[in-house]
């Protein structure tokens, strides 16, 4: 923030320039740059401060709130009494412009005052000097009213009366005052006060400084933008939330324009497909069309928001449905499907990573952050989750109705009788043969509105190794001699070695499954393709999720482990899965069950097959003739 007051944001100023000519509102400045909004509300420019000071000095920056006569407010805006009074002046100065006076004293004014107080029964009348001062006004604003506008609001002396000490304790306190310890003015006042009486100690009485008035230094306080008075005294989160700007989402013309995605723990309780014991609460992952409220990606499972839900409700949207609808015998239609223009989030974590980005970038698809706390500014997507609640969970059984109190009589988990796999069952069938039937706000339902879309915008098909593979994880590890490491797990092959033998030590790109951690995919820049290298403990990877690797690696920790074989990986790993299924038969025997998300997370129970293992090398041979003098593989490439 600049230190000179003058260019404050929320200041008015009307510059005369050629590239800068109108008024407008300074909404930033720093040291070097003053962001200014044009009052059109159309155009935001960046300028130099040395330039604007340049136009300050030529007279070409008028600041409004220094204009002495207002700035751009007209006559019939003013309250009522200033009203009457610029008229009960006017009258006076239309007296001496009527008479054939034209000299300004005294003996002259005197009548004219006298005549025109009779004529409008003024109690009150001016001094010929306020006349005259009246008159001046007038005639210097071109014979206009505005002249005669009372500007009380600009008299007196407005510099600093208090002693250059005292301002200096004010300033101190109140750099503890704006804190988020959030002290009262008035124990700011005391400090203040106690401040100078410290500083009188040291003086003769006559020297004594004056304590200020508790209203003059609530005064000084005062003196911040509201933002930052916020910022400072409840804490960054609350004070960008005021500043941000409160948007309404734009208007989309067709599907696939804009697509909305959230996630949310659905209110009812599920129990496991083969036991018939408790589950607990899945998480919906889901995208909407925000123009024809299709639902175009869901993913239910117990995996906690992070990118890999997110890329699972992705790959759901770009794909058909077909698939999914017939694994779970749905019937019905669900035509939503393809690549999206704009992805528009909230400000979850899972959706700030390098992960989603790269993904994002790969299909062609912008990612837009919705404003801080603006729920409205992905309204579709919410109201999705409040039907949801209030419409499909409100027939089902096991549901919570958000209720966490202990001592009520409801108990949700004694009334869950829906498996996992049949509330998916049920929840797909509502969305195709319910939602995306029911007529939207102008009559007309998702689906029909998406087939109605899809005539002129056809939709083509994506390839679904394409999107697979665009939607596995991303990182960069070091390539050393015995291979690279990823997650404390070990990966080689020969081929991986050959990359070695050409490069020595170094920066490569993996991709990898979140969900199986038996091979990863190094990318070899040189001849433009990945290359498959699995898990050096391929027995103890094989099929294992990343979440399910961290459990066991905290578990190898908390022994105090510091070799991770096989057999103490393989080990742990076990125990970690015989304690799961422990928990599903102390369940299956006691009536009070406890939930266990976890466990299911664990097991992967939701998770669909959309990002599975596949094989990344393009469809081509490569034949290694030679090495030449520069130490690298000479091939040949043939496509299939």
């Excluded at 159309?42 to 600041?63: A, H, I, M, P």
């Excluded at 805006?77 to 008229?87: L, R, S």
């Excluded at 009485?205 to 508790?214: D, G, R």
């Excluded at 069950?593 to 129970?605: F, H, I, P, Y």
Aim: proline content about 4%; hydrophobic content about 35%.
């Amino acid at each position: 923030m600049r230190k000179d007051t003058r260019w404050a944001p929320g200041l008015i100023v009307r510059i005369e320039d050629e590239s800068l000519n109108g008024s407008w509102m300074i909404r930033s400045a720093s040291r070097e740059t003053i962001r200014l909004a044009c009052l059109d509300g159309r155009t935001v420019v960046n300028e130099n401060c040395e330039k604007l000071e340049q136009l300050s000095e030529r007279g070409s920056v008028t600041f409004l709130s220094e204009e002495y006569w207002k700035g751009d407010i007209v006559f019939r805006d003013y309250p009522e009494h200033i009203q009457y009074e610029v008229a009960r002046r006017l009258k006076y100065v239309q007296g001496f412009l009527a008479s054939d006076h034209r000299k300004k004293s005294r003996k002259k004014l005197e009548p004219i005052i006298s005549r025109v107080s009779c004529e409008i029964e003024d109690q009150s009348p001016p001094k010929p000097s306020t006349l005259i001062n009246w008159i001046n006004s007038y005639e210097k604003q071109g014979m206009k009213a505005k002249g005669l506008i009372p500007l009380h609001a600009k008299k007196g002396n407005r510099l600093i009366k208090l002693h250059p000490i005292v301002v200096g304790i004010i300033k101190a306190v109140k750099e503890q005052f704006y804190n988020k310890n959030k002290m009262s003015a008035k124990t700011a006042w005391r400090k203040v006060e106690a401040k100078v009486l410290q500083h009188n100690l040291n003086l003769e009485e006559h020297n004594y400084l004056k304590i200020p008035a508790y209203s003059t230094v609530k005064y000084h306080l005062d003196k911040v933008r509201y933002v930052d008075k916020v910022r400072t005294r409840s804490g960054e989160n609350i004070g960008r939330y005021e500043g941000a700007d409160y948007e309404i989402a734009p208007v989309s013309t067709r599907i696939l324009e804009r697509v909305e995605a959230d996630h949310t723990k659905l209110d009812i309780f599920v129990l496991d497909d083969d036991r018939k014991t408790l589950l607990g609460k899945p998480c919906l992952s889901a995208l909407i069309d925000h123009y024809s409220k299709m639902i175009v990606g869901i993913q239910v499972s117990f995996e906690e928001p992070s990118y890999a839900s997110v890329s699972l409700a992705i790959a759901s949207s770009l794909l058909s449905k077909e698939k999914i609808l017939r694994d779970h015998g749905v019937l019905g239609e669900w035509p939503a499907h393809g690549l999206m223009e704009e992805l528009v989030t909230d400000n979850g974590p899972e959706f700030w990573g390098n992960d989603l980005e790269a993904t994002l970038e790969t299909i062609g698809t912008v990612l837009h952050y919705a404003p801080v706390r603006s729920p409205n500014y992905k309204g579709s997507i919410e109201r999705f989750f409040r039907t949801v609640n209030t419409v499909f969970l409100d027939a089902q059984p096991g549901k919570t109705n958000g209720n966490k109190d202990s001592k009520s009589e409801y108990k949700a988990q004694f009334e869950a009788d829906l498996t996992f796999s049949e509330f998916r069952t049920k929840f797909l069938d509502w969305i195709v043969n319910h939602y995306h039937l029911s007529p939207g706000e102008d009559g007309v339902s998702p689906l029909d509105k998406w087939k109605a879309c899809l005539c002129d915008f056809p939709v083509p098909e994506e390839d679904e190794k394409f999107v697979e593979t665009s939607l596995m994880c991303t990182d960069v590890r070091t390539l050393q001699r015995w291979g690279i490491q990823f997650e404390k797990l070990k990966y080689n092959s020969a081929l991986l070695r050959d990359i070695y033998r050409r490069d020595g030590v170094s920066e490569l790109r993996i991709k990898y499954s979140p969900f199986d951690l038996s091979h990863i995919y190094v990318e070899d820049d040189l001849n433009g393709m990945y290359i498959k290298v699995p898990c050096e403990n391929y027995e103890y990877a094989s099929g294992l999720t990343l979440y399910a690797h961290k459990r066991v690696l905290k578990r190898v920790r908390d022994k105090s482990r510091e070799t991770l074989s096989n057999a103490v990986l393989q080990e742990a790993k076990i125990r970690l899965y015989a304690d799961a299924e422990s928990i599903h038969q102390r369940n299956a025997r006691r009536k009070t069950q406890v939930v266990a998300n976890k466990e299911a997370r664990l097991a992967g129970v939701g998770i669909s097959s959309n990002i599975e293992s596949v094989n990344l090398e393009p469809t081509r041979e490569v034949v290694v003739v030679g090495m030449n003098d520069e130490g690298f593989y000479e091939v040949e490439v043939w496509n299939d």
